[in-house]
């Protein structure tokens, strides 16, 4: 069957399926949708504590992979505006089975991202929040609670529907605003009372630890996929996702740029924790300009930011499996909308139940960094896959430069994923959950589909 009749009858499908998803998105609220999925604070931090050749690193990203994605994702919603994403792109280029192994592989990356991005925003607020609940942002037990505390919280605003739960992502979007904003006056300030705490060193050193924190840097970029999925739900999708994608795209170089540039002014790099380093900002810059309200209320707009990050990211994952659902390769309820809600709560909720099990069991074994090195990998490899799809139906579509790029990116960053951070003690088991990990993903995508496959015949 040519590619035309597939697409053909995958649009037929896609647009005949009941009950619809309610098309509540205009381009506002697409824009601020996709900078809460782009746009990620936690990623600051650790671009900072790598020193100023970071900023290149944030620039070269922008131009090669997110750049990139905001025209295949802009020109794969033109040619498939209908509900699912990812999965209906590689499903109308390459097949159900590679539409299915797409799907799967993203979803669970989502469900890796949703647990390192939620351990990171909660131990970012307990350490701003006073010395009280910085010693509890130490204790394991306290902040796992913490984090599935917020993971559910910013899922169950948006359960109840687009109509209410997209002002969580819209407040994150803002937030994200505002942080940036707030970080480039703070900085502004003591860089005119003495100077920066970093010299300027913009080069970077091109060895294999430099390409791997690219690849980092490369993922902290993407995110554009997550509004293109909901296609179904926009007014006019052909025309609304190029314009948000490239203004959110503007913002996330413009934001990530300043940010990392704002806290090496504050302090050097070597002060700046990877985990904690908003907080290592923000109690230094209080001091410096005698503010002691400063800690918190970035502490405030780092966990709005946080909360519309997991909460769009979330939103837009939950409507990924209503397609494979309309194929027959996932149980029926996944393609179920709540009639009062008019949401996929079942795919929501079994999001949220699979991010608690990966949070939980990458915690065995392992100290709390390590085990967030481990979610951080995993992420990346699982996250990445789908990308490999996405660029190569790019390519299919005509835009060759995007896809080009965008693909050597992607295999990049698969390649340094498997190496292990320096801090690593335990290398062995470091590789031996990412090697288990990463074959539990697939094999279990090939299970469900060979079920799937048989059950329908």
């Known amino acids: 069957m040519s590619t035309e009749t597939l697409a053909s009858t995958a649009s037929a499908e896609f647009a005949g399926s009941r009950p619809r998803l309610r098309r509540e998105l205009g381009l506002r609220d697409l824009t601020l949708f996709a900078i809460s999925c782009v746009c990620s604070a936690r990623w600051v931090p650790i671009a900072a504590h790598a020193g100023p050749s970071s900023l290149v690193l944030w620039l070269l990203a922008a131009v090669f992979f997110m750049a990139p994605l905001a025209i295949a994702v802009g020109t794969l919603v033109a040619k498939y505006p209908h509900t699912g994403g990812l999965y209906l792109w590689a499903r109308c280029d390459f097949g159900r089975w590679n539409g299915f192994l797409c799907f799967w592989t993203y979803w669970v990356g989502i469900a890796f991202m949703f647990p390192t991005a939620a351990l990171l925003y909660t131990k970012v607020g307990l350490s701003l929040f006073g010395p009280t609940l910085a010693r509890l942002s130490e204790q394991r037990i306290f902040v796992l609670g913490a984090t599935l505390g917020l993971i559910w919280s910013a899922l169950g605003l948006n359960l109840i529907g687009l109509k209410f739960g997209k002002w969580v992502e819209n407040l994150g979007g803002l937030s994200t605003w505002i942080v940036g904003l707030l970080l480039i006056c703070v900085a502004g300030l003591i860089w005119m009372r003495q100077g920066s705490a970093t010299a300027p060193s913009l080069v970077p050193s091109w060895n294999w630890q430099t390409l791997s924190f690219f690849a980092a840097i490369a993922y902290a970029t993407s995110g554009m996929e997550g509004p293109g999925m909901m296609a179904g739900e926009m007014r006019d999708p052909e025309r609304m996702m ?152 790019t390519w299919k579509a005509g835009r060759r430069v995007s896809a080009l790029s965008g693909l050597a990116t992607t295999l990049l960053a698969l390649l340094c994923a498997v190496v292990p951070p320096p801090e690593i003690e335990k290398v062995w088991l470091f590789e031996g959950k990412l090697a288990l990990g990463t074959l539990a993903v697939v094999v279990s995508a090939w299970i469900l589909y060979e079920r799937s496959t048989r059950t329908r015949i």
């Not at 002014?265 to 290592?280: C, H, R, T, Y």
């Not at 990211?313 to 027959?328: E, H, K, M, Q, W």
């Open 242 to 393: 190029r314009r948000a994608g490239w203004i959110a795209s503007g913002f996330a170089t413009a934001f990530y740029v300043t940010a990392t540039g704002a806290l090496l002014v504050i302090l050097p790099p070597e002060q700046i924790s990877e985990l904690n380093g908003f907080a290592d900002v923000g109690n230094r810059a209080g001091q410096l300009l005698g503010a002691a309200w400063l800690s918190p209320l970035i502490a405030v707009l780092v966990l709005a930011g946080g909360v519309g990050l997991i909460g769009g990211v979330g939103t837009a994952t939950s409507r990924l499996p209503f397609a494979p659902s309309v194929d027959g390769l996932l149980p029926k309820a996944f393609r179920s909308v709540h009639p009062r809600w008019g949401t996929p709560h079942w795919s929501t909720l079994a999001l949220g139940v699979v991010a608690t099990l990966l949070l939980i069991m990458c915690q065995l074994g392992d100290t709390l960094r390590a085990a967030y090195d481990e979610l951080v990998s995993l992420m990346v490899i699982t996250g990445f896959i789908p990308y490999l799809y996405i660029f190569a139906s």
